[in-house]
Nanobody
């Protein structure tokens, strides 16, 4: 059974950087397409970034392009999200997720099958 656990959230000031990490277990050596999504209070869960199985391809929502970078280390079964120049509107619970059945870049929430428990990111102005 595939599981993911996120870490790295916290309280930062606008303009600061933060790195989120996600550890995947139970994948038996197979690398799945993965992504980060977030949910702010009172809002729908939204796509943030996705990475292909090999890590060669990535995609981002427009609001984080140029500020966030998703990466993966398949040898360590980890997927990270480096977040720079954080803004108050980035405040949300961030989730790491796995697409068990696809082979591309999952950019919609309903493409993901396994979710972590989430990690809170709060950016103060």
């Amino acid at each position: 059974q595939v599981r993911v656990v996120e870490s790295g959230g916290g309280l930062v000031q606008a303009g600061d950087a933060l790195r989120l990490s996600c550890v995947v277990s139970g994948s038996t050596g197979y690398s799945y397409p993965m992504g980060w999504l977030r949910q702010a209070p009172g809002k729908e869960r939204e796509f943030v970034a996705a990475i292909s199985r090999t890590g060669i391809s990535t995609d981002y929502t427009d609001s984080v392009k140029g500020r966030f970078t998703i990466s993966r280390d398949n040898a360590k079964n980890t997927v990270d999200l480096q977040m720079n120049s954080l803004k108050p509107e980035d405040t949300a619970v961030y989730y790491c997720a796995v697409d068990l059945w696809g082979d591309g870049l999952p950019i919609a929430s309903n493409q993901y099958d396994v979710w972590g428990q989430g990690t809170q990111v709060t950016v103060s102005s």
